[in-house]
Each structure stands twice: as structure tokens, then as C-alpha cells.
């Protein structure tokens, strides 16, 4: 299994889940032009991508699914709550609910229902069906759950949101409104709730750890890896960076 994002923010999101014959597009938050561009970097081709499944409709994650998947005839997997929001009838459309598996090529996927400020949002656990192995995919959440914690337990490989440093986002330029957004119980993982996330689950296999959509007001790189290097058994992490994600990553 390989992974790679093409850029993890604010400003656009899109990962890819990858083995042998089987690519699966996480999100596109990026134009359709942005995301060609960005995707040759892989050397991959928009033709190689088998489904597109979406987390959540808000722009960053959602707003170029439609026009992606329109003109490379790319089936979609969404909730009905995010379909809402950003389909139409210019593509096949599956629907997919939290806590129900399903399977694309070689991967079985997990949809797991997480908070946030969006209709119905899930994030992804990949399962390769052949090696047991799993990845996942959570970020745009605003706490941990029980079922979270089960769901994400176990895993070779994680790209977890580290969004904000609490002591940042209280003394940064954000109106307060858009502060209690962000820490809410609906809103974003701050670097403590993701370390206490890693610090609960059983991360023995665990020998991938990427960092992503972190706030480039309210966090920085080197805070949280400074977090990260007080845990034990944990890998060093890969950064999912806004401006060109990350290469190609086995698992």
C-alpha cells in the first residue's frame, strides 16, 4: 500500500490511497486545474483514478469532486448529508453511511462518522484485503470519540490532523467567534487532542505517522513535532505540507 497528497490545509485537500491496480482519490479541495497539476507530480494520470470518495462538503475538501469526477467519468463515494451539498447528475454517485464497510478494488473501507461542522462527515480507514494491513485518514473532527478510538486502533499507517497549538489560537488574530469554531466540539483536532488520541490507541504497528492540516496561523511544525518526540513507540512523522502534501509513502 503507498500514500500520497497532493496538499493538506486550509487552502485544499487530496489524498491518494494506492495498490497495485486500485488508486483511490481522499477529497479534492483544489481546482481542477490545480489538481492536474499537482497529481503529474506523482507521475499519475487522472484516468488511473479508480473511485473519489469525500469525507465532507466544505470547500477545502469538496469543491473540485464535481467537475474531477465529470470529466474522468470517476465514480464518487459520499454520505447522502455531503452529497447534498456539492453533487449533481454528471457522475455515478455511491452513497456510503458511517460504520458500514465497502469495497473498492482491493481496498475495504471503513467510513467513520467523526463531529464536525458539515452535514454528515466521515473519515476513511483503508483496509488492504490481502495483507490485513490499514490506513487511516482522520482529520476536520473536533474530539474523540469511543467508536473513533475502536475504529483507529491497530493501524500501520495514520494521517492524523494536528490544526492548532491551544496557547497559538488563544493569542492569534482569529476573531473570537472563529476561535470557539476551531476548538469546539465540532471543529478541528488541536495538537493535544491528537496526542492524546496516539497516547490511547495501540500504535505497536503503527510505522507511519503523517501530520496534516495544520493551521498556518495557530500551529507550527516544529511544536508539534516537539509533542510527538515525548511519546514513545512512535514513529517520525512525515509532514502533509499545504504546498505539496508529500510523496509517495509505503505502508
Known sequence: MQIASLGSGSKGNATIVSH???????????????????????????????????????????????????????PVWSTVGSARAVFDDSFVYHQVCGGESFRVGCFEILPVTVPHDAGEPVQFVFCHVDSGK??????????????????????DGLLLEFNYDQAMLDSGPYPYPLKQRVSGDFGHLSNDQSIDLLSQIDTRNLNCLIVAHISENNNSAEIVEQRLNALDAIPLPVLASQEIGFGWIHI
Open 20 to 74: 497495485g491496480k486500485t488508486t483511490i482519490l481522499v477529497d479534492c479541495g483544489f481546482s481542477l486545474r490545480q489538481f492536474e497539476q499537482r497529481l503529474s507530480r506523482l507521475e499519475v494520470s487522472p484516468e488511473q483514478i479508480d473511485a473519489i470518495l469525500l469525507t465532507h462538503e466544505h470547500a477545502d475538501h469538496g469543491s473540485g469532486v464535481a467537475r474531477l469526477a465529470a470529466k474522468y467519468f470517476i
Open 134 to 155: 490499514k490506513f487511516g485518514i482522520l482529520t476536520d473532527t473536533g474530539h474523540i470519540t469511543n467508536h473513533i478510538l475502536k475504529a483507529y486502533d491497530k493501524l
